[in-house]
């Protein structure tokens, strides 16, 4: 509704919406946008959709992840493959239906540029973006799934899903942590109860990080100091996150 709402307001201010982007997790709770209903609203009113699955994106291969219905119907979408399927950082991905929809009139020409070729089957980069040569990141993904399969991935990811909801339930259950957002995929944050001023949490925050042990990160929701606990790393089994309730329950039983 907040998004019909929106586009009912540009059209009233005389403004032409172009694009609208649904997240499939967001980066502070990992929350998961009503896709389907976006993408139901961006065929009414004829607007590019386009999913942002940066990092939620591959939890699709999961039968369970039923909450990411629609991201396949978008216009667009961007992966980012060295997240969820833990390859070297910048091996980042933009899907789009119709590569033709994004493409531009090649603006110069050189004797060392490939001749330009239109068919769907020969693709030059620097029609649909800055670059003209480019690094092979493909390759990674590639190798890797050749190598072990989409299976493997799908059971890493199915993993990660039951940590999520294993750790954040954990948490929940003891009694002394706010759960601010439960997971959509495998992000969750919290924060401890009665801590009106933040100051216990932070507390909290930066006592368990100086530990080296475990690393955590926080985000501010609604002037709450939150900590997010995201669990995507291949290394992560659950003797580590056993550890990591104990942690915090030993610490809230001595503070």
Not at 45 to 65: M, R, S, T
Not at 76 to 86: G, I, R, T, V, Y
Not at 202 to 224: D, V, W, Y
């Amino acid at each position: 509704e907040r998004a019909a709402d929106r586009i009912r307001q540009d059209k009233a201010m005389g403004l032409t919406p172009l694009m609208l982007v649904g997240t499939a997790g967001t980066t502070n709770l990992g929350r998961v946008d009503a896709l389907n209903d976006l993408a139901d609203l961006c065929a009414k009113e004829n607007i590019w959709f386009h999913v942002d699955g940066a990092y939620g994106g591959f939890f699709k291969v999961l039968p369970e992840a039923k909450i990411l219905k629609g991201l396949e119907r978008g216009d667009s979408l961007s992966l980012d493959p060295h997240k969820a399927f833990c390859m070297p950082y910048g091996t980042g991905a933009l899907l789009v239906k119709d590569v033709n929809s994004i493409r531009w009139p090649r603006g110069l020409d050189a004797s060392y540029m490939p001749p330009y070729e239109s068919s769907h089957m020969r693709l030059e980069y620097s029609d649909i973006s800055p670059e003209l040569s480019r690094d092979f990141r493909g390759l990674r993904l590639w190798l890797s799934l050749k190598v072990f399969g989409l299976e493997a991935f799908r059971e890493h990811l199915s993993t990660k899903w039951q940590q999520a909801r294993w750790t954040c339930a954990a948490l929940r259950d003891h009694g002394a942590f706010e759960i601010v957002a439960e997971p959509d995929l495998s992000l969750f944050a919290w924060r401890l109860k009665n801590d009106e001023s933040n100051e216990k949490t932070k507390r909290l925050f930066q006592t368990i990080n100086a530990t080296g042990r475990f690393f955590l990160t926080s985000c501010e929701i609604k002037g709450k100091f939150t900590i997010r606990t995201c669990i995507l790393g291949f290394r992560t089994q659950e003797s580590d996150l056993e550890e990591l309730t104990k942690w915090l329950f030993d610490y809230v039983e001595k503070a």
